[in-house]
C-alpha cells in the first residue's frame, strides 16, 4: 500500500511539474516570424502566432551587396546575430562584433533617412516608414535571426570575414521575435531629476531599475522622428529609447542613453553639454545598463501607425505611448514640439513610457 502510494505521490508531483514547465514554456512559446526572401521583388510576409495566417509587408526593393563595420557604436552592445536596433526608419541585424566594433546589414523603407544604414549594406523595402515591419509588425530588439534555405532549412546567421554577405540567392532572413503572453514589464516612470528613481511597473510589483544622472529639459532634431507621431517611440536599441516630440511629417524628439554609451561613445558628448538628453546610470552593484532589459534591450518598438493586426489588443497594444507630468501635474500627452526648443521641457518632472503587448491583460 505505502509503494503504490509513494508511486501515487511521484506521479502527481511529476505532473505538477510538467504543467509548470508548460505553462512557463506558454508564456514565451509563440513568435512573429517575419520573413525576408533574398531576391528582388520577393515579398516581405509575417506569420501571426496561433494560425493567424500569413500577412504581407511590402517588397524587396534592392538586395545588400556587404555589411557595415564598424557599425554605430552601440550595436556593440547587442547579441550576435539578432536584432540590435528596431526603428520607424530602420532595423538593423547584428552579425557580430569585431574589434570591440559591431558588423551590422539592415532593412530599410524606400523613402527613409537611416543614417546607421550604410550605402550597400541594407535591404530597401517598399513599405512606408512606421508601418508593417517597421511599425505593428515590426521585431522587438533581441529577436533570433536565421537564413533559411531554398529548401526550407534554417541555419544560424554566422559572422563571415570582411565585408561578406551571410545571406545568398534563393536564401531569405528569419526573424523569429517572441511576443510574451504576460509582459514582464507594463510600464516604466522617470523621475525627471538628478538622481531620480526609473521604476519599472512589472507583474511582481514596482522596482526601481536605474537613476536619472541628467534630466531632459529640450527638444532637438533627431532625424527619424520625421515618421513617427508625438508621444510614441521613434527607435529602440542596447543605447537609446528615443521618443518623437513632433506630429508625424516635422522632427523633434528627446532620447534616454545609458550612462556607459554617454561616457565612452565620441557622439554622445553633446549629451552632457546639451539640454535633449535623459541620461540613466545603474543602481550601486549593478551591471552596465547597454544592452539590457527594460531599458534597452528585448521591450520596446516604434507600433502600430495604421497597421491592422489580428485583433482590437494586438492592434492597440503594439502601440507604446509616452505621456508627461509637467510641474508635478497629472499625467497628460506630450506637447507637440518640432525643431530644437532647448527649453522646451524645462518644467517636465515625470516621464512615463507604455511597454507594448500582443494578448488580452490576464
Known amino acids: 500500500m505505502k509503494c503504490l ?12 511539474a510538467l504543467l509548470e514547465l508548460l505553462w512557463a514554456r506558454s508564456a514565451w512559446a509563440r513568435s512573429l516570424v517575419l520573413r525576408i526572401p533574398f531576391q528582388t521583388l520577393g515579398m516581405v510576409t509575417a506569420t501571426l502566432p496561433d494560425g493567424g495566417g500569413v500577412v504581407e509587408l511590402g517588397r524587396v526593393r534592392a538586395l545588400p551587396v556587404n555589411t557595415n563595420w564598424p557599425a554605430y557604436t552601440a550595436s556593440k552592445w547587442g547579441k550576435p546575430q539578432t536584432v540590435c536596433a528596431v526603428a520607424v526608419n530602420a532595423i538593423h541585424i547584428l552579425v557580430g562584433v569585431e574589434e570591440g566594433k559591431g558588423r551590422i546589414f539592415s ?14 549594406a541594407f535591404f530597401s523595402i517598399d513599405a512606408p516608414a512606421g508601418t508593417g515591419i517597421f511599425g505593428g509588425f515590426a521585431p522587438l530588439t533581441g529577436s533570433r535571426v536565421f537564413i533559411e534555405g531554398s529548401d526550407g532549412i534554417q541555419r544560424s546567421l554566422v559572422p563571415l570575414s570582411g565585408d561578406a554577405l551571410p545571406i545568398g540567392k534563393g536564401e531569405a532572413l528569419r526573424i523569429e521575435s517572441d511576443l510574451p ?3 514582464e514589464v507594463w510600464m516604466v516612470e522617470f523621475e525627471n531629476r538628478p538622481g531620480g528613481r526609473v521604476v519599472a511597473w512589472t507583474g511582481n510589483g514596482l522596482a526601481t531599475v536605474a537613476r536619472v544622472v541628467r534630466p531632459v529639459k529640450g527638444v532637438g532634431r533627431f532625424c527619424g522622428t520625421k515618421f513617427q507621431d508625438a508621444g510614441r517611440i521613434r527607435a529602440s536599441h542596447s543605447g537609446v529609447i528615443d521618443v518623437a516630440t513632433a506630429p508625424r511629417g516635422q522632427v523633434g524628439g528627446i532620447q534616454i542613453i545609458p ?7 565620441p557622439e554622445m558628448e553633446n549629451a552632457w553639454r546639451l539640454t535633449q538628453w535623459m541620461i540613466v546610470a545603474p543602481l550601486p552593484g549593478q551591471g552596465p545598463l547597454e544592452g539590457t532589459p527594460p531599458l534597452f534591450a528585448g521591450t520596446l518598438l516604434p507600433g502600430t501607425q495604421g497597421d491592422k493586426l489580428p485583433d482590437l489588443w494586438s492592434t492597440y497594444g503594439r502601440k507604446p505611448l509616452v505621456l ?7 499625467w497628460r500627452t506630450l506637447p507637440k514640439v518640432s525643431g530644437r526648443v532647448d527649453d522646451a521641457f524645462r518644467s517636465l518632472t515625470h516621464l512615463r513610457v507604455y511597454y507594448p503587448f500582443w494578448d488580452e491583460p490576464r
Open 324 to 330: 508627461g507630468r509637467f510641474d508635478g501635474g497629472p
Open 181 to 183: 503572453a504576460r509582459p
Open 259 to 265: 550612462l556607459g554609451h554617454a561616457l565612452t561613445s
Open 107 to 120: 532593412l530599410v523603407p524606400t523613402v527613409t533617412v537611416a543614417p546607421a544604414a550604410s550605402p550597400g
Open 5 to 16: 502510494m509513494k508511486s501515487w505521490i511521484k506521479a502527481v508531483l511529476a505532473g505538477m
